[in-house]
């Protein structure tokens, strides 16, 4: 692995958030928002610019068509037609007319004619006291941001959707919408310039079992399309013209690898039990209705965590009951009769619909996200009720709340569950009367009120994604403190004790299914505190399994106590990586 930069090479170093090694062309995604060129252009050259102006529209109408038709196909003429009035606005003339005197009166480019035009349209239309109209905002500003695309040629979503070659991506920032876009046919791997482990977009990197590295601070800027790359999820290196010894290197590691993934096969079919003979649930979190495969292949004992927001993102409208309730049945029936754990949905944060109206928050960590929005979108909520209800007659369906911060909240969402089940009963759809209801521990005043909670759910799942940002202060997207965001940290330890133990003195089993369950150095750590379930990244679950089954849980337990005494998160983190790699050694030899 290269350490220093050989002859001719450039190398960049991040934070490494998905495992594996590609090599191939870069392709350089345009930057935010932020970067609408502005400058003064010549009288002579003015014509041109209302042209691109004109092209862009052009453009941009035959994407809407598209979009309208695919919608059409989809989910029929009724929310197609609301595609009609994204069309009546690039044939706004007021569009055209202001646009073009702004070029020819202000001498300047196209870019910055429109993007000052479309700030002045959405400003106006916001103050004007009228609902309809102000509804009418969220149209218009998806309109001008592919108006603005087209002017840009930027590579957004759509450009996502149409590559043809394989490369390797690089942007300044992804957002989850677009890499659940990604085709792995054609994308080798990718890397940004912002974000961290636990950001949404690298949880899906690991879920599509891309290669992939964040927090590479302005790599972006001084790389250029069409460079030949080498990227190393392991390490977080990224190597631009990769010398022969590079590749040489990194050839040999492929190699180690093949042959441990091939003792990894062995075990799949084998349960995850520890040499002193303890059973350990594993599971596998997933984001799609088609990574059901992948659970059956990985070896997991199903589904500790169905992310059910990729059903709801890019896309125009929202899911129907209907088609939910196929997404959440095909993964129940093809697992059965394994457990599948669908989380309701946890929109915020980092993950958000564009048609939806959801007004911009300063800490949308903080803010309308999960439980909280569904509780008071009950239209939205009980589409997705009724769908799990309807799935849980198909195949062993649970579900879980995310975001819980106390135990009114899960009065209220029981409240509406009962709800519909009393609508499904009367129209004689069939459910899972027991349907089993837990609750996710991830939010301080939860861990440490978990006794309250646990009297009123069946199990808890602790994700430590969010326990470990909202108990250490540390937004999990910000790569300039992703170094302070620390899984041992003596506070989080003690949290997740609290609510094993909470879960445990009122009967009810406790799982953890944030991405420190599919971090084998921490996996002593958390058994040792007596978590029951893990549940990670079906890429990692034989990697999980092939430690457990090295492991004693004396061992961990004594760990655990012992780290619980600790002062330091640091020492705490080396005493569980020293058991781990003793015990298997060869999980970490990459
Ligand atoms: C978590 O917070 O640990 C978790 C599993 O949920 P998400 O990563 O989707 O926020
Ligand atoms: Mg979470």
């Known amino acids: 692995m290269p350490e220093h930069a050989k002859a001719g090479e450039q190398t960049f170093k991040g934070i490494p958030v998905s495992p594996g090694v590609c090599r191939g062309r870069i392709l350089v995604l345009d930057k935010k928002e932020s970067s609408i060129p502005k400058y003064d252009v010549a009288e002579e050259d003015l014509p041109e610019q209302a042209q691109r102006l004109e092209k862009a529209l052009i453009e941009t109408r035959r994407e809407?068509?598209?979009?309208?038709?695919?919608?059409?196909?989809?989910?029929?003429?009724?929310?197609?037609s609301i595609f009609d009035a994204h069309l009546l606005v690039l044939e706004d003339p007021i569009l055209i007319d202001e646009v073009t005197r702004l070029i020819a009166s202000r001498k300047i480019n196209v870019e910055w004619a429109f993007h000052e035009f479309a700030e002045k349209y959405v400003a106006t239309l916001s103050r004007i006291d009228d609902e309809y109209l102000r509804e009418r905002v969220s149209d218009i500003r998806d309109v001008t941001e592919r108006i603005m695309n087209n002017l840009l040629g930027r590579s957004d979503a759509g450009a996502l959707r149409k590559l043809h070659e394989?490369?390797?991506?690089?942007?300044?920032?992804?957002?989850?919408?677009?890499?659940?876009?990604?085709?792995?046919?054609?994308?080798?791997?990718?890397?940004?310039?912002?974000?961290?482990?636990?950001?949404?977009?690298?949880?899906?990197?690991?879920s599509l079992q891309i290669p992939a590295i964040v927090g590479l601070k302005t790599a972006s800027q001084q790389l250029k399309s069409g460079d030949y790359a080498l990227l190393d999820g392991y390490t977080g290196h990224l190597v631009i013209n990769p010398t022969e010894q590079t590749l040489f290197e990194y050839g040999q590691l492929a190699r180690r690898q093949v042959t441990?993934?091939?003792?990894?096969?062995?075990?799949?079919?084998?349960?995850?039990?520890?040499?002193?003979?303890?059973?350990v649930v594993l599971s596998a979190n997933i984001e799609q209705p088609g990574d059901a495969a992948a659970v059956k292949n990985c070896g997991a004992e199903g589904v500790g965590l169905?992310?059910?927001?990729?059903?709801?993102?890019?896309?125009?409208?929202?899911?129907?009951?209907?088609?939910?309730?196929?997404?959440?049945?095909?993964?129940?029936?093809?697992?059965?009769?394994?457990?599948?754990?669908?989380?309701?949905?946890?929109?915020?944060?980092?993950?958000?619909?564009?048609?939806?109206?959801?007004?911009?928050?300063?800490?949308?960590?903080?803010?309308?996200?999960?439980?909280?929005?569904?509780?008071?979108?009950?239209?939205?909520f009980r589409a997705q009720l009724r769908a799990i209800l309807r799935a849980s007659a198909e195949g062993n369906?649970?579900?879980?709340?995310?975001?819980?911060?106390?135990?009114?909240?899960?009065?209220?969402?029981?409240?509406?569950?009962?709800?519909?089940?009393?609508?499904l009963r009367k129209e004689g759809i069939p459910f899972d009367e027991n349907i089993e209801i837990g609750a996710m521990i991830e939010i301080p005043s939860a861990a440490i009120a978990a006794d309250t909670l646990a009297k009123k759910v069946k199990f808890f799942s602790i994700g430590t994604n969010d326990l470990i940002q909202y108990s250490l202060a540390i937004d999990r997207l910000n790569e300039r403190i992703a170094h302070l965001y620390e899984p041992t940290h003596p506070a989080v330890l003690r949290l997740i004790k609290m609510t094993v133990d909470a879960a445990h003195k009122h009967g009810i089993w406790c799982g953890v299914c944030g991405e420190m369950a599919g971090d084998p150095e921490?996996?002593?750590?958390?058994?040792?505190?007596?978590?029951?379930?893990?549940?990670?990244?079906?890429?990692?679950?034989?990697?999980?399994?092939?430690?457990?089954r090295r492991l004693k849980l004396q061992?961990?337990?004594?760990?655990?106590?012992?780290?619980?005494?600790?002062?330091?998160?640091?020492?705490?983190?080396?005493?569980?990586?020293?058991?781990?790699?003793?015990?298997?050694p060869s999980l970490f030899e990459k």
């Not at 059910?308 to 890019?314: A, G, P, Q, R």
């Open 64 to 80: 809407i068509i598209e979009v309208q038709r695919q919608v059409n196909e989809g989910v029929g003429a009724e929310n197609a």
């Open 260 to 279: 441990f993934h091939e003792k990894l096969r062995d075990i799949l079919e084998q349960p995850a039990v520890t040499l002193d003979g303890v059973r």
């Open 166 to 206: 394989p490369c390797i991506i690089i942007a300044e920032e992804l957002v989850p919408s677009q890499t659940a876009l990604f085709d792995k046919k054609f994308v080798l791997g990718f890397a940004t310039d912002s974000g961290s482990k636990t950001s949404h977009t690298a949880i899906m990197a690991r």
């Open 522 to 548: 921490l996996i002593p750590l958390l058994l040792g505190l007596g978590v029951d379930e893990l549940s990670a990244t079906p890429a990692i679950v034989p990697q999980i399994k092939f430690l457990i």
């Open 306 to 380: 169905f992310r059910t927001e990729y059903l709801f993102i890019n896309r125009g409208i929202l899911p129907t009951e209907d088609e939910q309730y196929a997404a959440y049945q095909q993964v129940a029936a093809a697992l059965k009769p394994q457990p599948v754990i669908i989380r309701t949905l946890d929109l915020g944060g980092d993950k958000f619909l564009s048609h939806l109206q959801v007004p911009n928050e300063m800490n949308p960590f903080l803010g309308w996200r999960a439980i909280r929005f569904c509780l008071q979108e009950t239209q939205i």
């Open 555 to 584: 061992e961990a337990k004594a760990l655990a106590e012992t780290a619980l005494q600790t002062d330091s998160g640091l020492e705490i983190l080396v005493s569980s990586q020293t058991l781990a790699r003793n015990i298997a």
């Open 397 to 423: 369906v649970k579900m879980m709340y995310p975001m819980i911060s106390c135990a009114a909240e899960v009065d209220q969402a029981n409240a509406l569950v009962e709800e519909y089940k009393t609508e």
